[in-house]
């Protein structure tokens, strides 16, 4: 490599990390609890569990009526109304009900009702509790909503960038050392430019797929926004200037309707009119399958909420797709206990890259003010004070 | 493979596309396949923490 061009690696990879530094250790740090979300949930009591059925029901769990279910979270709340309900997919027994002032409630009542008997089972903490929620918001959005996500995702993407320098610079730092040398014994400076090329490299494909799946999920809501206003806008032509629907159809007969359309597929969940994932006029029921790669993928039907016919059920565009697989693989919640473990370390070993890269940059510029101070008593000015990036303490 | 690009190249690559295969496996199925990523993450974490810990002497004193 010229001296011109790692010259130029050189300053991308050292302004890209030092302007996403901060935020990415930020995103480090809220990130290893959200790994352990549930667990977390469960020491501090506010996960949600099926009370046990008596054992002649529980041979063969009755399925509530779902109007009910709605009525019982209702009744909690008469005021409020329902913006989803959902299920996750190894948890049957129980329905999330979330009810809210309007549609797009960002101060949501979430309730747990019971899937077999359509008793309320608990209003779990809002967003996991006050610590969960906290790390959550700091992850999410710094509490500054669609502009904070946005910003996040631009960080991520100065992330990327500084990922991919490195790698370039990767190769003059390494080429007369054996992979995973790390020099002991000389300065500390050059122990740690060490550790932060070898962590930096074994974390490279995690790393950047983290990342990028990260900064995907935060153009979630652009992309909703986006399909709201191209294919959910088509199918509601026919709607023009009708006025939302009076009464709300039965959504136990829309759920069993999409069933019965979708052989081999169950409800993930189902967005009332007027959320994002629905339209004003339609309840937007979003099946999934069962298996462990098609039940990350969600295929709506689109069920008129007055009528309760089908409207149009399609494939979800591309961008949605590659939105809904690209969470898993930010979160690290697809591979069991293992993968949970192996996520938190990686997110420690990242931790590690920026800190000692952080460091790399602190000492280098006070090495480089240690040499303009000598080069000035001396007279000589500072013309040679700067060499390449890291080169200082590495005699060669 | 010994080429210079091998040597400086070579490990990194392997445990890119380690990594590439442990994040795709546990995607696609479960059982076995969870356990085929966690062997394909798990080596170069494993490998990276070895590399990084040894050499560090105590202090005499």
């Known amino acids: 490599m010229s001296s011109h061009s790692l010259r130029r690696w050189s300053w991308i990879h050292k302004w890209s990390s030092l302007v996403c530094t901060v935020f990415m250790l930020l995103l480090c740090l809220t990130g290893l609890p959200l790994i352990y979300h549930h667990e977390i949930g469960h020491l501090l009591g506010n996960d949600v569990e099926a009370p046990a059925l008596s054992p002649e029901l529980a041979a063969k769990p009755p399925r509530a009526n779902i109007d009910e279910v709605i009525a019982s979270a209702r009744a909690l709340y008469p005021n409020k109304l329902t913006m989803y309900i959902s299920q996750e997919i190894d948890e049957p027994a129980i329905w999330n009900v979330t009810l809210g002032d309007t549609p797009n409630d960002e101060h949501y009542k979430p309730i747990a009702v019971d899937a077999r008997t359509a008793k309320v089972i608990v209003e779990p903490a809002f967003e996991g509790g006050a610590f969960m929620s906290t790390m959550f918001r700091l992850h999410v959005d710094l509490f500054a909503g669609l502009p904070g996500k946005l910003f996040l995702g631009f960080m991520g993407l100065l992330l990327l960038v500084a990922i991919v320098s490195g790698v370039v610079l990767y190769a003059p730092f390494m080429r007369k050392l054996d992979f995973g040398t790390v020099r002991h014994g000389r300065t500390q400076r050059l122990k740690w430019l060490d550790l932060h090329n070898l962590l930096g490299i074994v974390t490279l494909v995690w790393a950047l797929v983290v990342g990028a799946t990260g900064m995907v999920n935060t153009w979630a809501d652009v992309l909703l926004k986006y399909w709201q206003a191209t294919e959910i806008a088509d199918m509601l032509a026919p709607y023009k200037g009708a006025p939302p629907p009076a009464r709300l159809a039965s959504m136990d007969a829309a759920v069993k309707l999409a069933e019965r359309v979708s052989p081999g597929m169950q409800v993930g969940f189902v967005a009332f009119p007027g959320t994002p994932f629905a339209s004003p006029h339609h309840y937007g029921v979003y099946m999934r399958g069962n298996e462990a790669f098609s039940s990350r993928l969600y295929k709506p039907v689109l069920i008129d909420a007055q009528t309760g016919a089908i409207t149009d059920q399609r494939e979800l565009p591309w961008y949605l797709t590659a939105l809904l697989i690209s969470q898993p693989l930010h979160f690290g919640d697809y591979g069991g206990g293992w993968m949970k473990l192996l996520w938190a370390l990686l997110d420690v070993a990242t931790i590690v890259v920026l800190g000692s890269g952080l460091y790399l940059w602190v000492q280098r510029g006070r090495a480089v003010k240690r040499h303009a101070q000598a080069a000035a008593q001396q007279g000589t000015g500072i013309s040679q004070a700067a060499p390449v990036l890291a080169r200082s303490g590495e005699r060669r | ?61």
């Open chain 2, 1 to 61: 493979m010994n080429t210079p690009f091998m040597k400086l190249w070579g490990m990194p690559i392997l445990l890119g596309v380690l990594t590439t295969i442990g994040l795709i496996s546990a995607l696609l199925g479960d059982g076995i396949w969870d356990t085929v990523s966690a062997f394909a993450l798990g080596i170069p974490l494993a490998l990276g923490l070895w590399h990084s810990l040894r050499g560090w002497k105590l202090k005499p004193r």
